[in-house]
């Protein structure tokens, strides 16, 4: 153990690392929660005889794996925005946070896109198991997106006034944190929820 | 209907009559774990006590943390001899019980003499489907009966049970056996009936305002007179057979079922 | 060791800056960022819904005794329509709210909004949680759901109604439509969200706010108890919240989540809702008592004037409990039609975990043994608690073998069961806690001749009314069940049902005696000392109340939690107790181990 001395790190720097516990506690509580309903998912899935009722037609998969691209992009361009913070290139941070936020939005303009298309079809929050898993999962999950997009452009906006600096940016590293973790319970979804979904 | 159930205690406490032929391993079960128990709670009082009546204010606390091996490993000897005499004695009563017998439906649908029975569980009431002298479920000569149960003594009885609508479970506390009925699956049990008398049914999961309304009568009867009944019973249900009431003809085939899940 | 005067303290001093004080009502009392002010605030709700939960425990036992009789007083108010007699439909709203209302809405904040809040930062030696604001918006989402139960109650078809396990279907519209169940499971949603928050601040803090010196293993087992909650909570309360969405949604929206389509069909699985619910709800049952733990190991090594026995073992066991805790959840289902293998699998994990519960009871033993026992009150509910427990503890060995269970399934014993662990033992412990650290919360001291008169109905009461209940269950009677004596079988209970809810109008009444003290003290008590119980921990060694900032000079620990009766001492401070920071006259050294890392 160290001596006890505790003039190492500046106060900010303890003050992150306790953001950070505090970060990591929650997006493990978040997890479990996604744990339970992936369980719940699995278990409806596996016990229906066709996922995706029969009589529904062509589901719109491609728009959904374009909502994926969308998502993974965002995520990237957010990540390159933490790595630019970190090299002191300020001009780059700004422009792919901009990025990261304008694929958000579009992601989230394309997922209502989605549902239109699937109310179209026909499918309704009470079309069996999947509907419920469409509309009150997908919808739950982009709820939490559009959380995270707030958020994004909070750090856009703070970004552009300048107080996001390479000493001082645990803000961009918990949103990032935070929007990595939408993303990757979105492609679980998508796996769980569409690969594989006939609707013929 | 004769009142069956002799509870011995004062208060009415104790076990209700065991009218089972398997019932007996978890009675025993209770009550070997009831004497240990009671061990133990004696040993607890008596420890208690003493702690407090002897090493009051007056007497000179010992300064000592329990962290020497020499100290705590008796607590962990304690912990572990209660664990494999008390927990061991139950696991190895259950493990034996539960696979040879109570969740042996193997041997049970082997039996010749074996009376099978679908149970549909409603808001508030039982419905009991015999298979009728051709041996198949839904079929006209099925006997249906409400809330009633008519078995023979010394056969198993082989019970499939589902429900319509909410969770119930079906009960025979003097057969020591329950399950419950749950609405998407049909679930399983069975016993031998061992004493002629008539026992109480009864549901055990909160099902609804009418919940404690749900109640059966099992009869146990003498073979020859369960033959008469059931004889007897199908002759009229044949004659009262309409095929366009679906709503009657909830029972399922016996064989699909018979697989452990 | 290092020396004193290299520690730099400013450096320690600036982690924890001491902010202004509030001064508006609305700051110190409303939205207060004080961990002391927010632990009152769920002591009251906590205190308040204790007696709403004990109230209708009162309307179930009247029931039971006299059934079918019009209630005395209440019955006017709450049933008029019919003559004040409960009817079906309503004891089943009656029982759910009691058990709902009393897990998540008395137990749960008073023993970890209330003990949580207070007890973490003082006993650990900081200024405050690590969150303070989350804190407060925690104190306040609780209040909202709060909200939301009180509306249940004005639902349109009554209150919720499917039992407080709230099995599908029967919870869902299909079984009990209304608003009042639909209020319950976003309820339920609600206090989960606030219980998560606190969670988080309760592990963070811990981990990241001990003063130097206060090593994990030299925390009061009541931080241990109250940590290892909180790490439950963060991991089992979202899949409950989980579970809950989904019966919300299948409510509001007509998802099909629970609702099974024909036998041989697809569509949902209402035993989905079982499996989601108990992975939450076995942990719930330790995130209940943990804190209980903690406090009593702590208070009977206080009060028998010596150290824990064992505490690492203590620790060990808690730990072990906690990491096991998911595991074990299936014996709530043997009777679902469960795969043998799987049933089989969780009996023996059942049985196993009960294991370091016994080391834990065992160090309880051991600890008053040869100690010095004095009889005040928090050490009698203490000795009250460890009591209860061990007898709720040994009655689960039946609950936990699957052949017993064919039988008692259901049964009251059931009921008896956990009244006994989760019931009695939490409430023993949690009046055992109020009235060891009123002095500190409130700065006076309560009478100990009330305190004494309240423990006695207390534990008497609550001896007989849940070993009636045991007794019961053991003679076949069933719960829930709105006229036990419908059957047969059950009607020679009848004498042992009204003695027991004789009792059980006792033990709610001598609750008057707590309501008196309380009350009585907090305006005229004397006033409290700075540690009027004599014992090492940080929050006696400053003034009761404590000022808003708790530690003028952070402390730096430099001993455990119990050194009673350490010959040393005596020898040289004339006591038998020393403060966990305090020096002795020949000691100028700081332990190496400071938690704080740079």
Known sequence: MSSGVLHHRPLHARDEATARVGMLLFLGSWAMMFAGLFFALGVVRWRSPSWAPEDVGQLPTRWAALNTVLLIGSSLALQLALRAVRNARLARMLSSLRAAFLLGVAFLASQAFLFARMAALGVRWETGTFGGAVFGLCGFHALHAAVGL???????RAAGRGTIQPARHLRLQLWTQYWHFVGVVWLILFAAVFAGASGA | MRLTVLAVGPLGIGLPLDASKEGWRIDEMINVTSLFVGVIFAIMIVWMGWSILRHGPKHRADFDHGERRSSWIWTVATAGLIFVVVDGDLLVRTLV???????????AERQPD????????????????????????????????LNEVVLPKDAPALFQIASTDVIHSFNVPNMRMKVDAVPGTINRMWFTPALLGDYEIGCAQHCGANHYKMQGVLHVVDPAQFRDWLAAASANSLQGYDAQDNSAHWGWSWAENTRMK | MIAEDQLDREALEALQPIHHQPDTFFSKYIWSLDHKVIAKQYLWAGLIFFLVGGTLAMLIRWQWAYPGQPVPLLGKILFRDSGGVIGPAQYMQVFTMHGLIMIFFAVTPILIGAFGNFCIPLQIGARDMAFPWLNALSFWVFALALCLVIGSFFGDLGAA?????????????????GSGQTLMVAAIFVTGVSSIMGGINYVTTVIRLRAPGMTYLRMPLTVWGLFLTAVLNVLFVPVLGSAALLLFLDRV??????????ATQGGGDPILFQHLFWIFGHPEVYILILPAWGIVSDLVAWFSRKPANWYKGSVLSMVAVTALSAVVYGHHMFMTGVNPMLGQGFMILTLIISIPAELLFLNWLRTIWKGSIRLTTPMLFALGMVFVFGLGGLTGLYLGAVAPDFYLHDTMFVVGHFHFTMAAASVMASFAGIYFWFPKMFGRTTSELWGKTHFWFTLLGFLVVFGGQLLAGYSGQHRRLYDPFAYQYVQPLRALNRYTSWAAF???????????????????????????????????????PPPVHNFDHLPIVRRGPHELSDPRVHARLGRDWIGQAEVLPDERDVPATAPARG
């Open chain 1, 150 to 156: 707030v958020g994004i452009g909070g750090v856009t």
């Open chain 2, 114 to 145: 074996a009376v099978r029975l679908e149970i549909n569980a409603h808001q508030w009431a039982w419905q009991v489907r015999y298979a009728g002298p051709d041996g198949a479920f839904n079929t006209p000569d099925d006997v249906v009966t």
């Open chain 3, 253 to 262: 929206f007509g998802t099909q989540f629970y609702l099974a389509g024909a």
């Open chain 3, 161 to 177: 109604g499917a039992g407080w396990t709230t099995y599908p279907p029967l919870s869902t519209n299909v079984g009990t439509p």
């Open chain 3, 506 to 544: 006792a033990l709610f009444f001598g609750q008057l005696a707590f309501v008196w003290n309380f009350f009585h003290s907090l305006i005229r008590g004397p006033k409290a000392e700075a540690n009027p119980w004599h014992v090492g921990t940080l929050e006696w060694s400053i003034p009761s």
């Open chain 2, 97 to 107: 019980s539960v696979n040879r017998i109570y969740w042996n439906f193997d041997w």
